[in-house]
């Protein structure tokens, strides 16, 4: 939206600064945050376009969740009034009876103005969002909704790991995952470039680190894969163009695309890749970046089925844990 991306996000040196998010109360096991672990009570809103809601999406599929969380997935094309529900029958979300995400945003606070972000959690029994924090969201689906993990669910964010997946995280969230958007809605040359050298000086670091083993952290698929790879699945088609991230192509990084595309062959990732919807949202969205809101045609996607090789690396995808059947 144009007001909120270049203003109230829009730093004095033309710099992209993504705001707080809002709400953030923790679904947790023991229901400390006032909000206790409950099959079927919330519903997960995505948008499949969305790196950050895409997050959630594989997590909770890794974990077979899909019976204990529901999920509503919005149209990738939001009009003046937000995400939409208007995939659904008649327009409306079946569980939830709303036409706009914006309702359980306001259903929750009457007075918020803010953008109305996926991916967020709504408790059906209330109608109002519960959080739209998106880096716990997924995180607690791992640690706090254990009781309704499918048998062999593999364990995203092991605790012998997490302070190595948080130290490795964090870099790629403000250089890669944060750092595309910092480049894309960059209104000074100068904040631009500082977006472009921060992504690709970390994507080489990245790749360095993935060129002798398989996964970012220990021998198994973790939490910080997954919010790796949402980015790099977005980028040839719409960060290289689109936020003009094009110092190379993840096609032209092969350590970085042969990882890709083994996280993609890989059951519960590329299965949750819409990339109709992907490009649809950002090329047709953001009017100040594609004023014309022509999708591009490209890129031909048959390179996603390549074989990786990555298997030499050692290291298995689910650790002690077992694929999930479909997510
Ligand atoms: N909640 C976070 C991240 C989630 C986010 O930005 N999601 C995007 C889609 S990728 C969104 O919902 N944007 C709605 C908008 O810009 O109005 C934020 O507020 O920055």
Known sequence: MAAAQFGAETSSAGEFVRQANRFTDRITADGSDGVPVEPGRYRLVVSKACPWAHRSLIVRGLLGLQDALSLAVVDPIRDERGWRFSLDPAGRDPVLGIEFLSQAYLARDPEFTGRVTVPAVVDTTTGQVVTNDYPTISLDLSTQWRAYHRSGAPDLYPAAHRAEIDAV??????NINNGVYRAGFAVSQEAYQHAFDDLFGELDRVADRLATRRYLVGDSI??????????????DAVYHGHFKCNRHK???????WAYARDLFQT?????TVDFDHIKRHYYRTHHEINPSGIVPAGPDLAGWHAPSGRQVLGGSPFGAGTAPESS
């Open 267 to 271: 059951p519960g990732f590329g299965d």
């Open 250 to 256: 993840l096609t032209e990084l092969p350590v970085l």
């Open 169 to 174: 995280m964090e870099p790629i969230f403000r």
């Open 222 to 235: 973790t939490e910080a894969d997954i919010r790796l790879f949402t980015t790099l699945v977005r980028f």
